[in-house]
């Protein structure tokens, strides 16, 4: 502050241009088993495809399955684009780890699952990259044998030549004049190289060899990385090339694609790229593999031949039907705090029982009070019975073993729907879809309808309520999800589990949106003002930031009045003497439709129809 005794002029600064910003719907959070990613940890996903690429596709066999749990994630992904997703692992659950000590233990999985079994990790340096086996007529050992007619060429070898020969590796025959064939390993007739020393070659039409008789004996026999065609060459000196491979595809689909490759990398600790990043190949992988990970045991960059690494051994542990709800319950913990992560929805995923939902109202969402629990029934209640009267009994069995809360909101089972990973069509509970059509619309609007309710992915449904079925599913605060004729799959309820007996307006969905919206603004542009004065200036200030939010909402039909009071009337001099601030906003939320009355009339020929209007009221 500058003080002045001689006459002058002060400026003085006061900021009264702050606003509430725009709020835009946050992330919502799912925990659950994947075949693949780190665990207990959140990762915000913004497509179904990164989804699979991060946590590994649906899978299913006779003892392990998370389909309903991806499919979750997937379809709510359909409708918005941020999820933050948490895998969570069993105790049986392990990391792939070299498969055949004898050939290395530089590398394992980054990450624990089964699916790290389909990895293999090539690693070649400068002197293993490539090399001259033999020359014909010169240093083959045994007297060479050479058939060569418009098919093949046999060449037999001396064993011990034989012998540096992996199954991966690229044979080249040819010279400089008329070329090279390269020949995978791998093709050799019994596919073992150790004792083969006769090797027979397919050769096509179009590059096969055609060279007089004589002119044999100038054919070389090289050997080659298997796949140097994927780099520029030979790493450098000191430097090695990486390849990670997808060996069997169950990690992409199609067996032996590369997923990752790190060229030219170095063995030196601390080494470095002109641009100042880190080159030192353990450090690169662990900061940019997704699938592998450098173990103590160094490449050394000496290696003469290359190294083909293929991990074994890692394990899946517990799938979605035997995961313990401890497990489930440390991933979604993670979602506990607003300070840490600002999420609107948390999805339940496949229900075993009540208990997962009822632990996330408890732990996650009463306790941030800025999110909503979205849960289905679970599977053996709606698609399991054949009866339609049982699945609605299940419905409803299930959501009064629930608490009440205007922080949970309950579907009616599950959709059909096609697995492209697979090839096949799987049950998947609602729940995604559900919060996915609620974090579509405006907060204050209705989830629910034609216009807005329309379900994606969907073959057929588990269970379609008739209209007597919907009433009583209605009633037990479940949202009953419908298929008609013309209009498709609709989500045809739009309350939270609060329980109507309540008379509360909390029992819709878009008046709690509504709120956690309206709080969640005004309450982060009012922690600007502690430690400010609390005086006539501040209080009018606060009004002035809060009434243009409020009347923007009002005009896009999100409320029907509201009024803000903040002056003396409630910060009275004991609630300044304690050091309070208090603002009261008061809000008549709009209220969508659930009912519609439509009464037709048919008059006499004379009738005046003012008069007959005001007798049908």
């Not at 959070?29 to 699979?52: H, Y």
């Not at 083959?140 to 058939?147: F, K, N, R």
């Not at 309350?495 to 819709?508: D, E, P, Q, V």
Request: with cysteine; hydrophobic share 40%; net charge negative.
């Amino acid at each position: 502050m500058v003080f002045s005794v001689s006459p002058s002029v002060i400026v003085r600064e006061v900021d009264a241009s702050a606003v509430i910003p725009a709020t835009a719907t946050p992330p919502a959070a799912i925990a659950g088993v994947f075949r693949w990613g780190p665990v207990n940890e959140r990762i915000l996903v913004t497509s179904e495809d990164e989804l699979a690429s991060r946590f590994g596709r649906p899978f299913t066999n006779t003892a392990w399955q998370n389909y309903e749990t991806f499919f979750t994630a997937a379809d709510f992904l359909s409708y918005s684009n941020a999820l933050y997703v948490t895998r969570v692992v069993s105790d049986s659950t392990s990391n792939a780890t070299p498969a055949d000590t004898a050939t290395g233990t530089y590398f394992e999985a980054k990450y624990p699952g089964a699916l790290g079994n389909s990895i293999k990790v090539s690693v070649t340096s400068a002197s293993s990259f490539n090399e001259t086996i033999a020359t014909v007529g010169s240093a083959l050992g045994a007297e060479p044998t050479i058939t060569f007619n418009s098919n093949t060429i046999s060449v037999s070898i001396a064993t011990e030549l034989a012998d540096a020969i992996q199954e991966d590796d690229i044979i080249r025959i040819g010279n400089d004049t008329i070329g090279y064939q390269d020949l995978v390993v791998s093709t050799f007739s019994d596919n073992t190289v150790d004792s083969n020393t006769s090797f027979d070659y397919a050769i096509t039409t179009k590059n096969k060899y055609t060279l007089p008789e004589e002119d044999l004996l100038a054919l070389s026999i090289e050997r080659k990385w298997g796949y140097s065609n994927r780099v520029s060459g030979a790493p450098s000196t000191n430097n090695l090339n990486i390849v990670v491979i997808d060996k069997d595809g169950e990690i992409t689909g199609n067996a032996g694609t590369i997923l990752e490759l790190y060229e030219n990398v170095s063995v030196t600790d601390g080494a470095k790229l002109p641009d100042g990043s880190n080159n030192y190949y353990p450090t690169l992988i662990e900061n940019n593999s997704d699938w592998i990970a450098a173990t103590s045991t160094l490449v050394a960059v000496s290696i003469t031949a290359p190294i083909y690494e293929e991990l074994a051994s890692g394990a899946d542990g517990e799938g979605e039907t035997s995961i313990a709800l401890g497990k489930l319950a440390i991933g979604y913990d993670l979602y506990s705090d607003p300070n840490e992560v600002d999420i609107s929805a948390v999805l339940c995923g496949k229900s075993i029982s009540s208990n997962l939902a009822n632990y996330l109202v408890a732990n996650v969402s009463e306790n941030r009070k800025d999110c909503i629990v979205y849960s289905s029934p679970p599977y053996a209640s709606i698609v399991a019975p054949s009866n339609p009267t049982a699945k609605m009994n299940g419905a409803i069995s299930f959501r009064n073993s629930l608490t009440s809360s205007s922080y949970l909101v309950i579907d009616s089972g599950y959709k059909y729907r096609y697995d492209k990973y697979n090839d096949t069509y799987r049950w998947v509970p609602l729940n995604g879809d559900i919060a996915g059509l609620s974090a579509r619309v405006l907060p204050w609007e209705s989830p629910a309808g034609y216009k807005r309710g329309i379900i994606k992915n969907v073959i057929k449904l588990a269970f379609n309520p008739n209209k007597a079925q919907r009433d009583q599913l209605y009633g037990s605060d479940i949202n009953p999800v419908i298929s008609q004729v013309g209009q498709g799959v609709i989500l045809f309820g739009d309350k939270t589990a609060l329980g109507t007996a309540t008379g509360s307006a909390f029992t819709r969905i878009n008046v709690r949106r509504l709120f956690i919206t309206v709080e969640k603004a005004i309450a982060t542009v009012a922690a600007s003002f502690l430690f400010d004065f609390n005086d006539e200036f501040t209080q009018t200030q606060f009004k002035n930031l809060v009434e243009p939010f409020l009347r923007d909402i009002q005009g896009r039909r999100g409320i029907i009045d509201f009024r803000v009071v903040s002056d003396a009337t409630v910060n009275t001099p004991d609630v300044i003497d304690r050091n309070i601030f208090r603002g009261n906003i008061f809000i008549k939320p709009a209220r969508s439709i659930n009912i519609i009355e439509l009464t037709f009339v048919a008059t006499r020929t004379g009738v005046d129809f003012d008069e007959i209007v005001g007798q049908q009221l």
